[in-house]
């Protein structure tokens, strides 16, 4: 079995949103906590501004929960730069014990799937979660030097410039985090990396098959089921795997890609990026559990593991995904 079922239930306690004036223009602009006025963010550089980001992601989740720094046990952080250095440049503001995660855009879910084993084993009392991503860093690193202006294919989706923190513990109140499920590096050849939502559907169809089979659930036992970000082809790709296996998602399921941006703000397939499920899961989500409107969320953020080198070697792109399942009402 690759599901994991806490026995504490460790609990969001803490949560914040950044994003940039773009993502602050789509359909979840209203519920997140800041939205930057640019996307420099007061800096020289890009990759500053993707840093500044983390620090405000993690500094706004510690005041959302009432704790400080000093209360933190462990940062777990994890980005889509080379080295991730935002997340280990980020901890070295904090004085906090650190661990860097790689899961691509699926590091949201393996931060907190991480978070919760340690918490809920009782080695840790307070850990944070953060990831995210930055439009100008992320494209020019994977995809073509923003200063060409290459046209986008329609397959394409949009790097967001986003950060999402999640402050973990079993005191405080927040949706609790029930079970983990881990899921499996699955290949089947895609070597696109302007195609991601092809290559990242089939692990994400992989871990939704095994949770299902592990706990003995169904569809209609959650309130919502969220993918993120296989945009709008891979969320189509994914739901075909599914019910080529007798398992339909039904109007409760959604991908925090597709949903993203509107139509008008012309990003192809919708969104990518560590940002995505981690803004969503840290505004919209969570703002919807406390307030009763979800009782029970399946979470499956989802990762294209390419790297520069690899994509120009002509390497295909393995991808991950992972499930943690929250559940309203943790006191």
Known sequence: MQT???????????????VGPKEGQGP????????????LFGEKTYELAERKMFEQAVTGALQ????????INLMLAGDLLNQIISSSFTARAFNMPYLGLFGACSTMAETLATGATLIDGGYFDN???VTGSHFSTAERQ????????NQRVPTSQWTVTASGASVLSLEGKGPQICMATFGKVIDYG?????????AMAPSSADTIITHFQDTGRKPSDYDLIVTGDLGKLGGEILLDLLEEKGIKLGLKYC?????????????????????VSASVLNSYIVKKMKKGEYKR??????????????????ESIPGVSHAIVLEAGGE
Do not use: W
């Open 190 to 198: 895609v070597i696109d990396m302007n195609n991601m939502g092809a």
């Open 255 to 275: 991908d925090c890609g597709h949903c993203y941006y509107t139509r008008r703000q012309d990003t192809m397939c919708g969104a990518s990026g560590c940002g």
């Open 127 to 129: 850990v944070v979660c």
């Open 297 to 314: 969320v399946l979470f499956v953020p989802t990762g294209a593991l390419m790297s520069t080198t690899a994509c120009q070697q002509g």
């Open 64 to 71: 959302s929960a009432g704790l400080k720094s000093s209360d």
């Open 28 to 39: 979840f602009g209203k519920y997140f906590d800041y939205v930057m006025q640019d996307d």
């Open 4 to 18: 994991i079922e806490f026995k504490r239930k460790p609990k969001i306690i803490g949560s914040y949103s950044i």
């Open 142 to 149: 994977f995809r073509f030097p923003l200063e060409l202006g």
